[in-house]
């Protein structure tokens, strides 16, 4: 069991052109971005956590959309100081050091970020929202699984190249855990994430809530929307399909008044 397939894309360097800022509130850090609204998504990012390649960049686009977006600090403890003191570092290679990888992995436990997502939960609606959804990179998709697990407050969430199986790192499994979630998804694989699991007729697909759906990128490699190459034409094209179906699937779920 890994997390992302051999063939997932390397780290992205962020841009810094972003709109939100950083902010911390009982003891989670997080990226804020967009205009107090009803309805808020928290974005849990991929592994190299929450400054790298386009992360904040999709929290802005949502943000753009209507949604107050956060995008925690919540891969602790970062490996080797992560990046921005989050996740993996830049120099991570994946490919070569998936054990390593796995090793700290185990680490990033559920029981500790649980309480800053609830944190970050409380200031969201201390902030005005009334309901909220959640939006996940690779190991981001773990997160969303088990924040929908956790509360009713989560109205619906949306997966990018999904790697909700990480669960296996902590004992768990992932059928059983999206047995648990509690609203609709839409799981948006790669070509290389594993059909039998999140392809169209997938076996997690199938324990998720009624309105959850699914849509493969058969061209795109793991990890395309956060650190694919925009730019070229084809990976840009899919990034910008992949938004189109989050934010139109959020507006179904998530309305904004």
Same mark, same amino acid.
Request: with cysteine; charged share 20%; aromatic share 10%.
């Given at each position: 069991?890994?997390?992302?397939?051999?063939?997932?894309?390397?780290?992205?360097?962020?841009?810094?052109?972003?709109?939100?800022?950083?902010?911390?509130?009982?003891?989670?850090?997080?990226?804020?971005?967009?205009?107090?609204?009803?309805?808020?998504?928290?974005?849990?990012?991929?592994?190299?956590?929450?400054?790298?390649?386009?992360?904040?960049?999709?929290?802005?686009?949502?943000?753009?959309?209507?949604?107050?977006?956060?995008?925690?600090?919540?891969?602790?403890?970062?490996?080797?100081?992560?990046?921005?003191?989050?996740?993996?570092?830049?120099?991570?290679?994946?490919?070569?050091?998936?054990?390593?990888?796995?090793?700290?992995?185990? &680490?990033?436990?559920? +029981?500790?970020? $649980?309480?800053? #997502?609830? %944190?970050?939960?409380?200031? /969201?609606?201390? =902030?005005?929202?009334?309901?909220?959804?959640?939006?996940?990179?690779?190991?981001?998709?773990?997160?969303?699984?088990?924040?929908?697990?956790?509360?009713?407050?989560?109205?619906?969430?949306?997966?990018?190249?999904?790697?909700?199986?990480?669960?296996?790192?902590?004992?768990?499994?992932?059928?059983?855990?999206?047995?648990?979630?509690?609203?609709?998804?839409?799981?948006?694989?790669?070509?290389?994430?594993?059909?039998?699991?999140?392809?169209?007729?997938?076996?997690?697909?199938?324990?998720?809530?009624?309105?959850?759906?699914?849509?493969?990128?058969?061209?795109?490699?793991?990890?395309? &929307?956060?650190?694919? +190459?925009?730019? $070229?034409?084809? #990976?840009? %094209?899919?990034?910008?399909? /992949?938004?189109? =179906?989050?934010?139109?699937?959020?507006?179904?779920?998530?309305?904004?008044?």
């Amino acid at each position: 069991m890994s997390c992302c397939p051999p063939s997932a894309l390397p780290y992205l360097a962020a841009k810094p052109a972003t709109k939100g800022s950083k902010k911390a509130v009982d003891g989670v850090e997080f990226y804020e971005t967009g205009a107090q609204s009803k309805a808020a998504v928290i974005l849990f990012p991929d592994v190299w956590g929450w400054d790298s390649g386009r992360t904040r960049a999709l929290a802005d686009a949502f943000a753009e959309q209507g949604y107050r977006t956060y995008v925690p600090k919540v891969l602790q403890p970062a490996f080797q100081g992560g990046t921005d003191g989050d996740g993996l570092p830049p120099d991570f290679d994946l490919g070569s050091r998936m054990d390593e990888f796995m090793g700290w992995v185990k &680490t990033v436990k559920w +029981d500790g970020i $649980d309480s800053k #997502v609830n %944190a970050l939960l409380a200031y /969201a609606k201390a =902030e005005g929202a009334t309901s909220l959804g959640v939006v996940g990179c690779c190991w981001g998709g773990w997160a969303c699984f088990e924040t929908s697990a956790m509360t009713t407050d989560v109205k619906v969430g949306v997966i990018f190249h999904p790697s909700c199986h990480i669960v296996a790192a902590h004992g768990g499994e992932v059928h059983a855990l999206a047995k648990k979630v509690q609203a609709p998804h839409y799981i948006m694989p790669a070509k290389s994430d594993d059909p039998a699991l999140y392809g169209p007729e997938g076996s997690v697909i199938k324990e998720l809530p009624a309105g959850s759906k699914q849509k493969t990128f058969p061209e795109q490699e793991h990890g395309w &929307t956060s650190r694919g +190459d925009a730019s $070229d034409p084809a #990976v840009a %094209a899919a990034i910008k399909d /992949a938004m189109t =179906e989050a934010v139109g699937y959020l507006k179904e779920h998530l309305p904004l008044a």
